[in-house]
């Protein structure tokens, strides 16, 4: 079966650093995407990784590794508006996304 | 840019009724559209993929005859609930593939519909 895993919530304190791991199983793959989801409203697109090595854009950067089925997302520099959820998704060979269930990220002053 | 948009933003409705979703691309042609349903603290669950002029396909277990979904443009597909029912109540959201935006197959999302069924 298809399966993406996130930790479920992390806790980080304002202008600190955060990590946020993802790791998948799929048929197929044709890219990597992180999503921010705040309450109540659709996901916004954050990255996308296709090939190996890291993505930076900004104060949010995305690694990705294919032979490990890995990815992780690094947030620098918290703000308080980064309390939000980050989903992982991966397109399959079909060209479907298969979604992580996210990890709500708590953000303290 | 590449903007979806989604009406109604939120609907309360009751029981038995039927409610229809509109998903919109606004500056590009998508002739393929999705149909998410999000409960709370929960992932994007994928109902049904919509493609222009042919019949939508649904994942397993969404039943076609409740989530009736038509795609009638490039730029407008519809999600009706029909006879809708408490346990429906949810956030539905759209998102469409620009197949001019380039290689990273990224999925634009609209605003996404509240329903909750009384």
């Known amino acids: 079966g298809q399966n993406i895993d996130q930790p479920t919530e992390m806790t980080a304190t304002e202008g600190a650093i955060v990590q946020i791991n993802c790791t998948y199983q799929t048929s197929g793959f044709n890219g990597l995407f992180w999503y921010q989801q705040h309450a109540g409203e659709a996901p916004t697109f954050l990255s996308y990784?296709?090939l190996d090595g890291l993505e930076e854009k900004g104060r949010f950067s995305s690694f990705l590794s294919r032979s490990k089925g890995y990815s992780y997302l690094l947030l620098k520099e918290l703000q308080m508006k980064d309390s939000a959820s980050y989903l992982c998704?991966?397109?399959?060979?079909?060209?479907?996304?298969?979604w992580g269930a996210g990890t709500k990220l708590i953000i303290k002053p | 840019g590449a903007v979806v948009s989604q009406h109604p933003s939120w609907v309360i409705c009751k029981s038995g009724t039927s409610v229809k979703i509109e998903c919109r691309s606004l500056?590009?042609?998508?002739?393929?559209m999705f149909w998410y349903r999000q409960f709370p603290k929960q992932s994007l669950m994928l109902m049904a993929t919509s493609n222009e002029g042919s019949k939508a396909t649904y994942e397993q277990g969404v039943e076609k005859d409740k989530f009736l979904i038509n795609h009638a443009s490039l730029t407008l597909s519809t999600l009706t609930v029909t006879s809708a029912h408490p346990e429906d109540s949810s956030f539905y959201i759209c998102?469409?593939?620009?197949?001019?935006?380039?290689?990273?197959?990224?999925?634009?999302f609209g605003p996404g519909t509240r329903l909750t069924v009384l």
């Open positions: 998102s469409a593939r620009n197949p001019l935006a380039g290689d990273n197959n990224e999925q634009f």
């Open positions: 990784n296709v």
């Open positions: 998704a991966v397109m399959d060979s079909n060209y479907q996304l298969i």
């Open positions: 500056d590009f042609q998508a002739t393929t």
